[in-house]
């Protein structure tokens, strides 16, 4: 609003003006010089006030000024609204009526002189045809007051008080003659202020009723302020005073208003005082006077706050203005033709103002677009058009000035903090067709819509022509006559102060920049970033063509660092802000900004900017540099032109290996941009992964080259004593591999790496980032890429045109195991058997594969039922024995075994001792140990071997009864029957009954191998009344080096038993227990012996029932002939009879009893002798009849060799002429009981 | 005069450009029309393609800032934002965001048809502007949500085509690629020549 006239676009507030007191703005009438010879002077006589009360009272009636309030009716209507002024003794008024200027003289006695404001007063400046001007708005606002609020002492003092109160009625009635001579209807009002002591209620109202009537004002214009009030009771006296006053301000205004509308209802043009002479000698219209009363009701209406009303008349008075009679008629050469058009301004802004005050939002919008477009289409018609600098102008200062309306009525619909960007319309057009741009927005759209129009008029101005551009004082005469009708300079300068041709003439930036900032932080209040972002580049344009570099870094460099263009893709934007950044960067010598901003623009998702030459080593030539810049980027803060990615060929590793993998970076830089030189590489891991770094050597080798992938091995070897030495991805690991490799990236080149990265420690790692380095001798570049896991990513080159896709979830990473074991366990001599009853001695032997020694130590652990506790010899250490904490567990933990060399081997021997029980076991070595190198980390080795512990040998048994040969002692012989008494010294005497028997055992190997079995023997136990030794019949060499016995064959063994009781009286059965032990040894091993006994069935011997035995023997000479004792034993205490029966046969002849009964005495014994002879060799066996036994045939048992074991008879066999123990069809001896 | 008389003439808006945003804010697709300058009786876009795009980037803002309103109040299941903001008395934003977050903004010339060609779209809606002072053809409310109904369907055409994968366009992480089906641009192109205001299918 700047560029209007001060106080032409003001709202209109009543004017308040004091008198009396002296106030901060001393008073300025404001008067110009003319005026100033003609004015009315009101003087007050008293001495202005200078009470601590006085001024605390106009202080406050000052901070109560509502010139600058918003001008809004939304808030609960005020009180009042006074425009305050002070004054302290005196004030100026301008005259009424205005004296014709000198030289002319009054045409008629009768005349009327006028006011210095109407256009029929000469020395107006509307004189004769103007319309109305700011100085008639200012006359009001300023000048002349609705109010004088004159300010006196009411004295205490009672002899100064009828003096004192006789001066001010003096004084006022002084001021309000003056004034009603002035032709104002300025209302008076008189505060009085008590002074300290304070008077009598009754005496006091008598005075000021005395001071009202004499000075001849009403009771609502005098008030009386009590002394030394508090501060509160103060304002309230004067809130109240104001509001009083405001009703009397507001009635003044009415006054006014109502003198207009019957000026204008008088329907004639009033004649100028002095008719014009000069010019075109015309008068202001009778539509002219319509506007201007218009005008004036719509001005007096706002006073009144009136709003409606003052709408209704501006709307009257703008289309009036704007009517055919009116503007369409003033020449455009006229000066009136911009006064009309500042009227129409000053119209359409106050008309704006009113649809603001009602809330009339998009009513508003309407109205700036319809003014704007009316002015538009006027000045196309009948003016200079709207394609020059001066339409521009307008239209920035019509967008700022409804940006300044909107502030002034601050809506609070559209504060920042509702966020809201627009206002929805008004109701009453809500379902209209309504422009987008009628939906209120807020004044950041209409600052940067002025300062696009401010743009416009700059390029306008720079389109003027060199010869309008020259100052009018060197021009011919002709030139000025032709660009004075040819611009529109309504208020802005003419094309030769617009834009001179040698000197800097209106600085358009400025004003760009202003506004643009203005709409930027209206746009960052409501969070419009990316608006913003926007409205700061348009800024930075104009800063470029100001050279402000540093405003334009200041500016675009958070823009270019923190909004997310890039990251969202909006390429062209980021590239906009890039390019903008750097050329201020260049100017200000900022080599960082340019270094990493040529850096990013290498990308070829950029635009190529066509003659510019790309190369990053070049990015500092135009800029000095006092220390080589080192420019750090981290990862996402530029868009890289260098696309990376790695890849692990496996899953898993184990650590002490090497893992293949493949590091790939790909320049996506512009075609033909110079290819860039990078002087090393970092990949970086999570995890126990060294640091890899790749230096760049122009002589290493590639691999492969096909097209623009190039594939190379880089060879990596660890350097352990490089310290530290980069910022970026700093870790504290010192172990780092280095390789070299030709690094030069040209544009659109893809440069693979085979790496073979050896890993340390288990675990997870990943591939983290890798940090490109370039560094050149005018600065150092570091620039971070993290690696990203995508499906594109994971291609695996095998040659420059072959890939392969790793299909696995996250090849950037890799798992690597424990590593491992390579110290081996060994047992050179395992069996798949072992036997029971062998000592066991098992061999180890480790073997330390690894590349160092290792210290290693030894958890043996047995396993299985009942396992034996075992010994552990190392070589150079202690045996240590097993313990077994549980019974299926044997185990010793943590024996040493000391070091053990680089491929070296220690052995170590388990003993076990005989185990009785066929069994198996689990036995487990574990062998831990630790490298030198790392010797937090042990390293496990386990061997699990199954220990099967079988029973060498089975045997099965068989029990033959023998006669034994000596004779049964005869009851009757007393010596050789009874024993002696027992006696300790002398070994009791067996003298009972005898009986021999032969073991016959058939054992079997059922080892898996041969055994040498060495000996066969029984142990015998028996009851002490029973005496027993064996006699062993056996196969075995008798030298004692036993015999191979091969797996699963049978063998036998035999052994004759003899047995006596102890006494003939004790005859009853008597157990046996026998076992077998057999002495064997393994072959290889001869000298450990060992004897596994295998128990034999419990036997019973005796007995006192009777039985038969028979016994053969042969004779071969002359004839053959067999002889057959059948012996009938009768051990009981009764005496039996026995039948025995021999049936003859066919196959043999015999001689003895064939058939014949025994009887036998209580323990005896007889024998009955048969002689068999066969009678050929084809003849089978014979027959031995039966023998009976109180009903029952007895079993004849073979007694002896050569007798069939089925017993109950037997037979001959013919062709050997051998007895044949064939029972079958033999006949039983019989014995019958007498 | 040429250009007085083309100022009297109501220009009635037509599209000035459609852009389609990812869901990661990324640009997808932007397609610019031509609007007729009536000072040089040209048809030619409005603004630069750079322009345009700091033009549909400055929605996002817009839609940042409607989103957490409508979640605060629980509001605009629709996805249609209506209007966005105007640019200038020319230029407004219109904008309608789909359930999986992809934006569809139309941008148009309130005045960028030229008048004749005109007549024919907006006489059976019969109302011209006659009210002092507004210039052009007004929109209704809503009256956006045709062209956005016309291009969801062309995007639900697009995705519905197997080779078009939406996660490579609109990754997790990251801008991704643009949309280069030529049938979904000529889709484009015919919604946003063939709009003009009151009509009710494209």
Redesign the interface.
Known sequence: MDEYPAGSLDHSVPFLLTLGTSGDPTYQSGLSAVLKEQAILIRSELPPLDSDQAHALLRYIQNRDASDLPCNGRDAPKKHRFHVKTAERSILLPPRRARLPDGIDMPSPTAVLHSPYSPLSPISPLYPDGLIGTQWIRKHQDLVPSVLLCFYTLTSDPTLATLNDNKIKTDVNNIRALLSQSGYKTRLAVVLLSDKTSASGDHVQDRLESLRRGCGIDAKSLFLVPPGDSKEELERMAENMLTTLYTASLDYYRDLGRHSRKKRGRGVAPQPTVPPTSGTSQTLSLAGWNVRYDFKSAVFAEYRQEMDVALRSYEQAYENLLSSELMEVIPSWSPRWNEARFLADVLAVRCLRCLLWNGQHSAAA??W???R??I??FL??RGR?T?NYGWEAWESRWALLMANLMEKASIPELAPVT?K??LQPEKNV??????????L?HTG?WY??SA?HMQARRDFAHAIPEDDRRSPSMSPASFVAKSAFAYDTYMCPDPFEEYPLHRGGFDHGRFVVERLMKARSEFLK??????AA?VS?ECARELGLTEEWSGIVKLLRPLWKDL??R????T??AE?LSWNLRAAAVELDDAELVVTIDWELLNQTFQKRPNWEYDITKALDQIDTESKPIVSLADGQILPFIWTSFLFREEEGKAGQNVRSQLTIKSNAHQGSTPVSLTSLYLNFSGSLDRVVIEHDDAAAVQEKRGNTSISAVPLTRDDAEAEVTDLGATNKSVILQGAADLTLAPGQTLVFNLEIPLREPGETEAQSLVVNLDTEEFDLHHELKF?Q?PKTNFWYLSGSATKRIARPNPLAIKVQPRPPKLEIKCPVWKDQYYTDEAIVLEFELTNGEDIEALAKLDATLFGENPPAFTVDIAGHESQTSSSSRSEESKLIGAPLGTIESSKTSSVQLRLPPVDRSSQYDLTLKVTYFLPTNPGTPITQTTAFQLNIVNPFEANYDLLPRVHPDPWPSLFDADGVRSAAPDDDVPLAFKGLSQSWCLLTRYASFASEPLRVVDIDVVLSSLPSVRCHAIKHNNLPSSGEGRLVAPKTIEEAAFELKAQKASLDERGPSPLDVSLVIKWSRPEVSDQLNSTTLPVPRFNLFGTEPRVLATVSHMFTPHPLVVLTVYIENASNHLLTFGLTMEPSDEFAFSGPKQTSLSLLPVQRRGVEYRLVPFDDLGGGGEVGGCWYYQKVLRVVPGGEGLGDEGGGGGLDSRTGRWRGDGKGSKGLERVMV | MCKSSAQDVDHPPSIACLGVIGRNNNPLHISIFNSYDPSTNLFRPVRTPLQFSLLLSSTLDIFELRSRAHAAQGTGLTGDFGLLHAVDEKLAAYGFETNTGVKFVVVVDMRGRRASTAAAGVGEDGKKSSAVGTTGVGLREGEMRVVFKAMQAAYIRLMQNPFYDPDEHSPLTGPGKKITSRRFGEEMRKIGEGWVPGVTSL
């Open positions: 309407r109205r677009q319809s003014h477009e009316r538009a289409d196309d018609r058009g394609g966020h960007l627009y809500m379902g209209e067709r309504l422009q987008p741009w009628e939906f927005h759209y940067r819509l696009k409501r969070e419009q970033v990316r608006l926007e580049l997310p263009f990251s969202e893709g909006w062209t934007i906009l990203h995508t």
